[in-house]
């Protein structure tokens, strides 16, 4: 039929009355009243009523996620018929012709946004759950945030350039994935946690601005917020500063709101150490759309009778609280779930006043406490008595829980912040000097003589940027000379034959002139979590894994042909069975 154009489902608006269109799409539903049926026709763009007379027309089989062929004329709903919820809610199509293209079973679970099924299932049947609108907007918007980034990084001269996914495998954080070589029998290569080292060698390459949109790989257990395969957008650039990183970051998120989201971002950020972060809000990555900030009362409670809290202090800990407005209404009940909470992350116990340990504690020290946490007549003070990294910790995790539990927070905002500067060196879970965010992080230079004697002391040139809470960026200016880099290895417990055997490569390229450098990774899974405002990391990636690293559509990891193994001088040792 002549003078018939496409258009997508949901584009069509009351401007396009009189029109002659074909649609193709999806049934998202089908009802019929009295000879007529009206058939909500979806696509990745939309939905739009579609009207059939006689209902004859529309052949019985057709159901629900059929995939049908329309042709007919837009015309404007009946007055009072109209659908604000929809954006084509003006308007229907009057049906002429009707073809089935492809029919469908009934579907696991609903297609629709409220959906009730186990994400399990929805994992599943992925490409079902896709065609949900909210999981396609998803998809959409994370779309159109990346190509702003790749427009903004091209205006400001950074070239892309893309590492291979086979490199060395060298410490990251988390355990590499590895794969065998077959033309090298009992040796591997290992997929990339990020192209660290491989951009900081393309500076020593006189890339000078690189950027790349890179698939990054961690074997590392699974979090709500957490995914085995991430992608990240990664920066470096040479003779730079903190304060060049900084701008360019500010500026690409700006850009990126006002591209994507039509918001403005006011710039400079503000900038908080992590001394400061760690104190106040018990986390590196704070959410400022809430108050609750804690205060530290150590001082104030160097002699008190409390057992309880004079025995964390005498170990060298700390005592710190904060304040739930109104919270003296709270049951029983919850705080006792909150003391269950704080030992679950590892606290002795969790105190609270007014409460039990008011009896102990001297009315100074009570003045003290509730001046320092700014509690009203109405408000609990949550307390905690510990080594100073677990009350960090502890009373983090609380204070995000409250916010949570009280409603507290202020949805609609955008906090962005830098946390700067960071520490060199932190303790790992059993109290071993680790890296801070990784062994390549250049040290504060007023910071150097402290390396060897008081390592937890030194601050680092690094950063993250931080957003409502989320961790979406982080980086450093990266050590460029090849003495201070294997120093900062044996600081770390490395010994020569490891450093040459894990870092020879790009120790042996600092031989050749390198530049000052330093760059940033942003998370473009997290960045998407912080703009949607979900907790779910699995709502932001097309294909993920579930948190045992299984991916349930496509039924992987499973075995593999012996054959296969044969070749790649591969054996299989099933694990030893638990004794009994």
């Not at 193709?24 to 909500?40: E, K, L, M, N, S």
């Not at 709270?330 to 002795?348: F, H, N, P």
């Not at 940027?465 to 989320?470: R, T």
Request: charged share 30%; net charge negative.
């Amino acid at each position: 039929m002549s003078g018939f154009s496409a258009p997508h489902c949901g584009s069509l608006r009351a401007t396009d009355e009189g029109r002659e269109v074909e649609l193709y799409g999806w049934v998202a539903r089908r009802r019929d009243h009295g000879g007529v049926a009206f058939i909500d026709l979806r696509d990745r763009w939309g939905t739009v009523q579609v009207v059939v007379r006689p209902a004859a027309l529309v052949e019985t089989e057709v159901r629900n996620e059929y995939v049908i062929h329309i042709k007919g004329k837009v015309a404007r709903r009946p007055p009072g018929s109209e659908n604000p919820k929809m954006t084509t809610g003006e308007v229907e199509v009057v049906a002429e012709d009707l073809e089935i293209i492809s029919e469908a079973k009934t579907p696991p679970f609903e297609i629709e946004d409220d959906v009730k099924a186990d994400e399990a299932l929805r994992l599943k049947y992925r490409y079902l759950d896709i065609r949900r609108p909210k999981m396609t907007h998803n998809l959409e918007l994370r779309h159109r945030v990346v190509q702003a980034i790749h427009r903004y990084m091209d205006a400001h001269e950074f070239m892309e350039v893309e590492t291979p996914m086979l490199l060395k495998g060298t410490p990251e954080g988390s355990r590499d994935f590895i794969v065998p070589s077959r033309l090298h029998p009992g040796e591997f290569f290992a997929l990339p946690q990020s192209p660290q080292q491989l951009k900081q060698l393309l500076m020593v390459a006189g890339i000078g601005r690189y950027y790349q949109i890179a698939r990054c790989l961690r074997d590392e257990d699974l979090r709500a917020d957490r995914v085995v395969e991430i992608t990240q957008l990664d920066v470096e650039m040479s003779f730079c500063t903190e304060e060049d990183v900084f701008t360019l970051i500010e500026g690409l998120w700006a850009k990126v709101w006002k591209d994507v989201l039509g918001i403005e971002i006011p710039t400079p950020f503000p900038r908080i150490d992590m001394q400061e972060s760690l104190l106040k809000y018990g986390t590196d990555k704070p959410d400022l759309r809430y108050g609750l900030e804690i205060a530290d009362v150590s001082d104030a409670l160097r002699s008190t009778g409390a057992t309880v809290l004079r025995g964390a202090l005498d170990a060298g800990g700390v005592v710190r609280c904060f304040a739930v407005p109104g919270g003296k209404d709270m049951s029983r009940r919850e705080l006792d779930e909150l003391a269950v909470l704080a030992r679950g992350a590892g606290a002795k116990g969790l105190a609270w006043i007014p409460g039990p340990l008011d009896r102990h504690i001297s009315e100074g020290e009570m003045s003290a406490i509730k001046s320092a946490a700014r509690a009203g007549a109405d408000d609990l003070v949550f307390i905690v008595a510990d080594r100073r990294r677990k009350a960090e910790t502890v009373l983090g995790l609380l204070r995000r829980e409250m916010a949570r539990r009280r409603k507290l927070v202020r949805h609609g905002e955008w906090n962005f912040l830098w946390v700067y500067p960071m520490y060199l060196f932190e303790e790992d879970d059993l109290g071993n000097l680790t890296y801070g965010h990784h062994p390549f992080t250049s040290p504060w230079p007023e910071d150097m003589p402290l390396l060897e004697t008081r390592p937890y002391d030194v601050r680092a040139r690094a950063y993250d940027c931080v957003l409502n809470g989320v961790e979406i960026s982080g980086g450093s200016i990266r050590i460029h000379e090849r003495d201070l880099q294997e120093k900062v290895f044996g600081i770390l417990g490395m010994d020569p034959e490891r450093i040459r055997s894990q870092f020879g490569h790009l120790l042996d390229a600092f031989e050749y002139g390198v530049p000052p450098h330093g760059g940033i990774a942003a998370g473009i899974d997290r960045l998407m979590m912080a703009i949607i405002e979900t907790e779910n990391i699995r709502d932001v990636v097309a294909f993920p894994k579930t948190q045992s690293h299984q991916d349930l559509m496509l039924g992987a990891p499973g075995p593999v042909d012996p054959k296969q193994l044969e070749e790649l001088h591969i054996r299989v040792v099933p694990p030893k069975k638990p004794a009994s």
